[in-house]
């Protein structure tokens, strides 16, 4: 009878410890799975081998039940919910798998068509070699920036004054404006020191005013501390993110800025040479720069060369024949356009820099871009110049209807402005410059364009800064309102310059 109790009492024991053990084994396996690592969890979901070693092709394993087993095309889909700079920084770390879905060319020009909408042309160029990944990070920033980014102010009200009711300025205050800048190409034909009169109203009193038309939004408005006393014609971003400013004026100075002084923009100094009291002699019409070189044109026929590793010490003067209207820089080569109908090709480390000098306009050369191979150009004569640095030979010119004022080149598309109102864009490729179409965003004359391959902006002397969506025709997302015509404009890391007719420098860039 006792050995029986003990036999009992053993077994119950027994039962108690078997008991005991399985809730330890439930514990453990809960822990476990808390704290998994991604290896150990593919081994207990046991994934396939082509998902493990992540070096097979696109299209994962369906052994399993997580995101890498579904069918490729959902996972672009979910993908493309999310915003670019995910899939281009972030999925790459996950896994190489993940990674791959920024490869997926397809799905970039789908996001693409999304972005600029089903029935606008994207990109307008070539869509051979076209960087699809970067042009829809650059549309997505653009457009978390500025949608609904729009201001309505005295400029705008002055604007509607003179504004029909077919929505287009009168063409006696259109024909205003281009005699306006007829006189001062004149005076650039006529330039001397006689003859430069500096305008010298009181700049506002107001100092490094900062704006927003909203507190929430991303960017913030400077207006720079007065430095001009003059209309401000042209306006450069330096530093490769917008860190330094340079503004040049018709009081015959280029002011340079630093921007990087918080929330409020420093005046640095004004560039002079040795012995001047005035950076130029003239109005200073156009800037350009390569690296630390900086080079500003002036009605007074010359280039000046500045050096900004030095603080802005002069490094050369290039001594032109007529007005300099417009400048382009590639290393150590200048190329200047000019009143007299040149187009000159510098080499600034010669002690004769004169390297070449093109005669391919019958008129004045008002803008002008340039790569390694082309240098296009765009003349008062009403064509443009599409010319083979490689070659030595001009390849095309093409026929307007209007003059160009502003010229930009990105890749294999070209965006210019032009006297009454209208944006071209061009499609440049096989060494053939072929003219796309052109739009009425403007009411005057479009003094600055910039576009990359996600984003265009354009301004003018009708008051406005736009911001569009680089397809045809461009999608509007901000209009900006001024008190004064717009001179130019550039935009260099996210940040955008413009050069005032108030004789004020703007700023719009991103909060820190």
Known sequence: MSRLNVTLEEKEKDKDEETEMEKKKERCSAASTANDTPHSLSQRLNLGPSVMALETSPSPSSNGANLLSLPWEIVTQIASHLPAQCVIDVLPQVCQTLGKIGEDRLMWQLRAQKLSGPKALFPVGPKEDFDWSQACLEMEQLIGCWTGLENRGEGERLEEAVVGANGEVPSAERNLEEMQLDVDLNGAAEAGDENMQVQSQNAPDSLNLIESSS????????????????????????????????????DRNVNLWDLRDGSRGTLMHTLAGRGTISTHRGWVWCLASSGPLLASG??????RLWDLEAGGAERGLIQCKAAVLCLSCERDTVLAGSHDQRLNIFDTRAAAPLVQSLHLHSDAVLCLVSDDQYILSGSKDKTVALFDRRAGKLLQKVQLSTYLLSLCHSGREVWAGDNRGLVHTFSLHNSCLTPISHFNIHRSLVTGVHSSHGTLYTCSSDRTIKIHLPCAPPQTLCTLHHQAGVNGL???GGTLAIASGDMNVEVWRLRN
């Open 215 to 250: 507190t929430s939004s991303p960017l913030e408005h400077i207006i720079l501390p007065s430095g001009h006393i003059a209309d401000v014609n042209c306006v450069l971003l330096l530093g490769g993110t917008g860190a330094l400013c340079a503004s040049g004026s018709r």
């Open 298 to 303: 002036s009605f007074d026929s010359t280039v």
């Open 490 to 492: 550039s935009v260099e």
